[in-house]
């Protein structure tokens, strides 16, 4: 009896058990879908003004803006936004606002108001935006008085930007960190590249800063570091300023700066570095024909050279002879280092180890298109100027595997047509140096192509996208690594090593 009874109980609950699909599987959770916007153009949809497609968009997405001129606008959303064409994609503003992280920017004319009330075009205060490939003016006025401010974020970068023509100020940096200056032309301002602190690591890295400073009562600079640490000045082009850079503590101590592997040219004065600047570094420079002094300090514990044998700065106004070799320069035999040191004008810091010798070229200028179609030639143009006023030659790399080969010789400053015919679609780096008449050779200077645009191709009936061609990101899209160029650089027809 108690056999039957188990057995009705078993038979009861398997009945009761609800089966599972053998077919059955676990679903999985939806991916995000990024969509593209269009501003301009004639597709259906698209939007007539920046603003109104930021407004519709949500973050991650992509909006492609047509040739065309548009108002200003703010961001306040992960998104990226893409001019058709640098020069003919413009935007007309009062005040540009990029207050989120991670917003991406490129391609666009950016041109101040005429009747602008505010101090800057371009206001930055998200972490890891990203600015590149950018004309950045003022109107026709002069207005507003100043180009781009970033206030109060991290991991910023403005990259192949020409910021040109603010009265007052191209770049203001404000209580930043670990913000990038790349690649960019900023010039005829009164402050080129401003920091104002506290702010540490700021890099401005391959830049040309010119005709900045000029003012009858007090002359500023092409760079001015003021409260600010740990920032470093690197392989620039510094020319044709009131002062190349100037370290001032106006706000507090400013300290730990390195300024290496300049080109430091017919400015009036080139480095100045004031009370309360303290243990900043500058070596691997070229000081050439300042009208004024090459150099001033009258600050704390400064540097002026990296040791022996790796050297210090190349000084035009340097008299002394190389006969002798050695960390003390006691042995005979010349080693491309002056037998006596260089002396700075001020508190009487030495450089000790004056590189003598020639000089090598300035890494050229690019400029041409930045996107366009497989099969159709396209003209760059490239120019060099070499601080000796020696005759240059260049070289391109195309990025698919073909190059110009060596070209010129050609006057120094003088500028060049070159084409080239891209036969497949991709984005290549074209990359570009000189070389002058002795052999020496300049860093190298890069610019991105895209053949074709990965966004439409028509102006008309844009399909939305279940990604865009430019992801948001948490890193800022270029960073130079660092410690390629400070560790080996060429300079003055020799290798010094950190």
């Given amino acids: 009896m108690k056999k039957i009874i188990i057995l009705v109980i078993i038979v009861s609950f398997l009945l009761n058990i609800t089966p599972i699909p053998i077919s059955a599987s676990v679903k999985e959770p939806s991916l995000p879908i990024y969509r593209t916007l269009y501003v301009g153009g004639t597709g259906p949809g698209n939007y ?175 760079i001015f570091l003021d409260c600010s640490d740990y920032n470093h000045i690197i392989n620039c082009d510094i020319h044709d300023n009131a002062i190349g850079i100037k370290a001032q503590s106006l706000h507090g101590y400013n300290g730990h700066n390195e300024f290496i592997s300049n080109n430091f040219s017919y400015n009036e004065y080139g480095v100045q570095i004031y009370g309360g600047c303290h243990n900043n570094y500058v070596y691997h420079n070229n000081f050439v024909m300042s009208s004024g002094q090459n150099a001033y300090d009258v600050g704390n514990n400064n540097i002026w050279d990296n040791g022996y044998p790796s050297g210090g700065n190349h000084w035009s106004d340097y008299d002394g002879v190389d006969e002798y070799s050695g960390e003390y320069q006691n042995i005979t035999g010349s080693d491309g280092i002056g037998d006596t040191p260089y002396t700075i004008p001020g508190q009487g810091y030495q450089d000790r180890y004056p590189i003598m010798g020639n000089v090598r070229p300035h890494p050229p200028n690019i400029s041409g298109p930045t996107s366009g179609k497989p099969g159709v030639s396209y003209d760059y143009y490239l120019s060099s100027t070499d601080p000796d006023s020696d005759d240059v030659y260049y070289y391109v790399d195309w990025g698919d595997n073909t190059n110009s080969g060596w070209l010129g010789l050609y006057s120094s400053g003088a500028m060049i047509t070159v084409s080239h015919t891209w036969d497949q679609k991709g984005t290549y780096t074209i990359k570009a140096k000189a070389k002058d008449s002795y052999g020496y050779e300049s860093e190298w200077t890069t610019l991105a192509v895209t053949m074709p645009l990965d966004l439409p191709s028509s102006r008309s009936n844009p399909t939305p996208q279940t990604q865009p061609s430019i992801q948001p990101s948490s890193e800022p899209i270029s960073k130079t690594t660092i410690q390629t160029i400070i560790g080996s650089t060429t300079l003055l027809g020799k290798t010094t090593s950190k």
């Fill in 48 to 222: 007539s003004n920046i603003q109104a497609a930021i407004d519709a968009a949500s973050n991650g997405d992509t909006i492609f803006v047509y040739n065309g001129v548009y108002s200003g606008f703010t961001v306040n959303k992960i998104l990226t936004i893409i001019g058709e064409s640098r020069e003919e994609t413009v935007v007309i503003a009062i005040e540009i606002g990029l207050f989120s992280t991670g917003i991406n920017l490129t391609n666009f004319t950016l041109k101040g108001n005429f009747y602008n009330s505010v101090d800057k075009l371009l206001d930055i205060r998200g972490n890891y935006c990203n600015i590149s490939y950018c004309n950045i003016v003022p109107a026709s006025n002069n207005m507003p008085l100043n180009g781009i401010k970033i206030g109060w974020c991290s991991n910023s970068t403005i990259s192949n930007c020409d910021i040109i023509g603010f009265p007052y100020w191209a770049i203001t940096c404000m209580d930043v960190a670990n913000c990038y200056i790349e690649n960019c032309t900023i010039g005829n301002s009164y402050r080129g590249v401003y920091t104002m602190g506290p702010n540490e690591h700021v890099y401005v890295i391959n830049c040309e800063i010119y005709n900045c400073g000029w003012d009858d009562y007090i002359p500023s600079g092409g």
